[in-house]
């Protein structure tokens, strides 16, 4: 069982910035990512990061978040630039292996 410690998010202004972090437990290096849903609509795949350090990104987010991993640490963020409101949403981390495992999630609220 992977347990997921999910911190960062919070309350920002449109163009302001946030940092998400996401602890898993344990030390292996899995395929891990972010998603994000809205009130309203679906969970959405916002960024992924392999196992060796291959990233993707929706294409609403390329060019303003980051995502990395601190191996020794087990930790993976999501560094958020340049927020807009159609950002706000729970953001969920996961973490794949044999079963996809998810964070409870953080809130991240951007106002206009």
């Known amino acids: 069982q992977v347990q997921l410690v999910e911190s960062g998010g919070g309350l920002v202004q449109a163009g302001g910035s946030l940092r998400l972090s996401c602890a898993a437990s344990?030390?292996?290096?899995?395929?891990m990512g972010w998603y994000r849903q809205a009130p309203g609509k679906q969970r959405e795949l916002v960024a992924h990061?392999?196992?060796?350090?291959?990233?993707n990104y929706a294409d609403s987010v390329k060019g303003r978040f980051t995502i990395s991993r601190d191996g020794a640490k087990n930790t993976v963020y999501l560094q958020m630039y340049r927020l807009k409101p159609e950002d706000t949403g729970v953001y969920y981390c996961?973490?794949?292996?044999?079963?996809?495992?998810w964070g409870r999630g953080t809130q991240v609220t951007v106002s206009s």
């Open positions: 996961t973490f794949y292996s044999q079963s996809i495992y």
């Open positions: 344990g030390n292996s290096i899995n395929p």
């Open positions: 990061i392999s196992s060796s350090g291959i990233t």
